[in-house]
């Protein structure tokens, strides 16, 4: 007994198993050409199509999907002169730059509401093959309109840019000629309408596109006795963000963000009851920044891109019958700048530096509502948010010092200014409210960073007069002001204005001065001077030795003669160099290549050195000083006391 209960449950599972192996797991059909079904058609659930390279699927009766339909490399194709349901899934997520989803539905059209259907580009449900969008300049032309405020008959949209002129033109565009000339589609009064219904619901998702695809989804039933938009959940995605331009040269600038995709809506006799429609945010400004070799060195940030948008449009009756909610996307961010200027070479200049934020896309919205729309009071309005503004820094170079005797450079110039914080406002007309907890929102203004390059510091000089120190940059940063809105955005702030430092002056006769800071908030600090290296007449009349004391010979060892002292100096050319607090042993070093000394060797204390019949003898500007230890022992000689 137990082994027959054992068996029948075996069973029982393998039965499970090929059952859920054939509604999950089921191979694929693929249609890759164009094909035509005769009479009615069930896609069954558990059942997957796959339409390859642009195939039409074409059903002669009705088309009920309650399995799964797909594409790739090119657009999902259906032409139905019966009834579609739609109770399942549609998906077109390809990289084809005319990709998307195309219906036409002859007779009714009902989309479940556990309907989902998805693409990364276009979808258009339309009564004809000939109100089909099918080239990219015809898309271009569909989306460009669901943003105009335009079209006769009774209207609902668009959001439009509050300043815009209402014009009367048709909104939907029918066909668009090969040289580019469009023809508006007249509309037709309901008198001409044929029996046919549209219900419209379930999900549509919207992914992000590839690059180059517009996204607007069109529903086009002009001669349609009743079409209904019925418990529809529409959610589009942001807009794609501007490309960034960075390391590519002295000159940046981000492109601007894209605007998000946008619904466009025709029928004869039109009625929605339980819509949510909810739009995506503008792109983001692409950021921007330069080479670090510029002067000067100029970046931009691209400018938001707007929310998503939509116009729905009745050639006879428009009812809202139920809620229609609208949830704005916001307006775009600006991108970001970052500007660099080059350090000056021997006495250069350094490079200025320009940073400008993008500016975060405005978001004064206008609703229009045009004719006699009935039950408009149910729509609701949701929130409308600027775009932020970019942040900017600026970092202007140093100049460079000077060589021998040479004045040093002066520093670069910064001036960084943040993007500006998009505006947001909405003005409704007729009927509609906002929606519960609605709040308009300013973008904040970007931040602002920059420092004024430093001055070069003056060469030494070791016979005239010493390089003046290079005059320290000026720092200008602007911060970006925030949206205005019921809610202002935040100013941005500067976070760095500091004037670049002036070089110090070098060592000579005379001295060189100081460079002056630059101007700033605070402004930078001037350079010291530097060292006069020269005695005064009185200092030579009283050290000028006679004839008598010229440098000695090195003491033999033996007594000292009268009236002289033994002092420990070092040989440097036919001059004897007292050690006692003029000279030093330095230890070598070869960290820095273009300053490299290996061996120990003399440095001064003061850059000048008197030797033992009192000359001034200036230090070389060898990285070695006085030379290697082992070259120039220590001796010791007599000089008078």
Known sequence: MKNRLGLIALAVIIVGAVGIWYFTKRPTDVISADTTINGDYTVESGQRYLLRSGATLTVEGSLTIDGSMSCEDGPLRLVVHGDLSINDELRCETNASQNGIRIVAG??????GDAEI???????????EGLLATSDAEIEALYQDAATDTGTGPRVGPLSDEGTAVTSFPAVKSRISKSGRINIFDLIPSAQATSHT??????????????????????????????????LELTGPDGRAGEDDKGNGCTARGKDGEDAFRFL??????????????????????????????????ATGGKGGKGGNFKMVAGNEFQITGAFVVNPGKGGAGGAAIAHGKD???????????????????????????????????????????????????NPGKGGDGLACKPGGPGGK??????????????????????QGATDSGGDGGDAKTHGGNGGKGGDCPDGAGGNGGDGGSATAKFGIG???????????????????????????????GGKGGTGNPPGKDGTDGKKICPTSEEQSQTAPPDSEIDQPPVQ??????????????QYQSKYIPIASQIHKEPGHTADPSRSCPEEHWHSFEGIVMTTDNAQVYEPADPCGFGYTSDHPVMQVEVAQ
């Open 483 to 513: 949206g205005k809105a019921e809610v202002s955005g935040f100013d941005g702030g500067k976070l760095d204005e500091t004037g670049g430092n002036g070089g110090n002056g070098g060592n000579g006769c005379p001295e060189g001065k």
């Open 198 to 231: 549209v219900v419209l619901g379930g999900r549509i998702t919207v992914p992000t596109p590839p690059p180059g695809v517009r996204q607007v989804i069109v529903f086009n039933f002009p001669t349609a006795v009743g079409a209904e938009i019925r418990n």
């Open 344 to 394: 000056g070479g021997s006495s250069e200049k350094g490079g200025d530096a320009t940073a400008t934020g993008g500016a975060g896309a405005d978001n004064n919205k206008k609703l229009g509502v045009e004719g006699s729309v009935a039950g408009t009071e149910n729509v609701q309005i949701g929130s409308l948010d600027g775009g932020p503004g970019g942040d900017a820094t600026a």
């Open 557 to 570: 060892d033996g007594g000292q003669t009268e009236g002289k002292v033994k002092v420990d100096v070092i």
């Open 414 to 435: 910064g001036t960084a200014t943040g993007g500006k914080g998009g505006d947001a406002k909405l003005t409704l007309a007729g009927s509609p409210v906002r929606a």
């Open 118 to 128: 998805v693409s990364n580009g276009s979808v258009q449900f339309a009564e004809s």
């Open 107 to 112: 007779e009714s059209v009902n989309i479940s």
């Open 265 to 298: 809506a025709y029928a004869g006799n039109l009625t929605v009851n339980n819509f949510t429609l909810t739009m995506g945010s503008g792109g983001k400004g692409g950021d921007a920044e330069t080479t670090k070799d510029c002067d000067p060195g100029t």
